[in-house]
DNA sequence: AGCTGTACCTGCAGGC
DNA sequence: TGCCTGCAGGTACAGC
């Protein structure tokens, strides 16, 4: 699903193919998509030029030339994508832009838990979604990481890195990964964490979402890319999706539980 | 206030 | 076989 890195890859590749192109019409299949009135939102963004692209956590934001933003959020199971205007479109399509260059920019989402919102650009980052959102992953000092974590000193570890008030970008794959390179338990609660697993946290959460940006991002589920292709990096992942088979440091099963309501993947022995 | 549980939605895995 | 149930996922929101 697309967390941090998957969205990065799209507003990367966003930024190459589509900037300067005009949107000539917008169709919109399922209303519901849209947060806000979908008619307004076809309006608005109809002949208007993308000039920009953000990314604020999983967020992408796509600047217009007319002074507004589309916020877009992919959730579970969202893809954007840039395709040719004759290709079919599928039931799980439901809300396409028209481009000037005989392309289009889609959204499909099987699931339909993703969301597509129109901002004014210099509102756009103090929408609910963004404004309430921690610092961002990749820009925090390990200081700020510790600060951070220490607001929910109750909670477990992986329920903190989790939670986008805290830090944001980090989802269920990232905080498995970083766990489980870490060696610490996505059970331990943050209170009871040293200075050097902190350390270790941080350092690793880091060199899992830059190297996961260089590979385009985890295709696990419905990830692709803004081209429809999958990334590398599940082939990388060494708890996440992994329970049952064999950890590549101890050789005992990865395990799956719930913790805070979510599934964690790790190996109960590496990790303590 | 701060945490946990549930709804949202669909496809798919597993059981019989 | 094919139906049926349960589960996965990020976030918003209800409720303790």
């Known amino acids: 699903m697309p967390e941090l890195p998957e969205v990065e890859t799209i507003k990367r590749q966003f930024e190459r193919a589509l900037m300067g192109r005009k949107v000539t019409s917008v169709d919109i299949g399922l209303q519901k998509m849209i947060r806000g009135r979908a008619d307004a939102f076809a309006r608005a963004v109809s002949g208007a030029r993308f000039t920009g692209a953000r990314r604020r956590a999983k ?6 030339s007319n002074g507004y933003t589309i916020l877009i959020h992919l959730k579970v199971s969202g893809q954007l994508l840039y395709m040719p205007s004759e290709t079919g479109i599928d039931k799980h399509t439901h809300v396409v832009f028209h481009l000037d260059n005989g392309m289009d920019l889609r959204l499909r989402d099987v699931r339909q838990f993703g969301y597509l919102k129109l901002a004014h650009r210099e509102e756009a980052t103090g929408m609910p979604e963004v404004r309430d959102l921690g610092p961002e992953a990749l820009d925090v000092s390990l200081e700020q990481f510790r600060t951070a974590l220490a607001r929910r000193r109750n909670s477990k570890v992986k329920a903190a890195l989790m939670d986008q008030r805290i830090i944001a970008g980090v989802g269920n794959i990232y905080s498995d990964e970083a766990l489980f390179c870490a060696r610490i ?19 690793c959460l880091r060199e899992l979402l ?17 081209f429809g292709k999958k990334g590398e990096n599940q082939h990388y992942l060494k708890v996440y999706g992994r329970s049952g088979k064999p950890c590549e440091i101890c050789a005992g099963k990865i395990k799956r539980i719930k913790v805070a309501g979510r599934s964690a993947h790790f190996c109960p022995s590496c990790q303590k």
């Open 59 to 64: 967020l992408l934001m796509l600047d217009l």
């Open 185 to 203: 338990s996505p059970e331990r609660l943050v209170s009871a964490l040293d200075a050097d697993e902190e350390a270790r946290l941080y350092r």
């Open 210 to 226: 830059n190297s996961s940006i260089m590979r385009r991002g985890t295709s696990v589920a419905l990830y692709v890319d803004l």
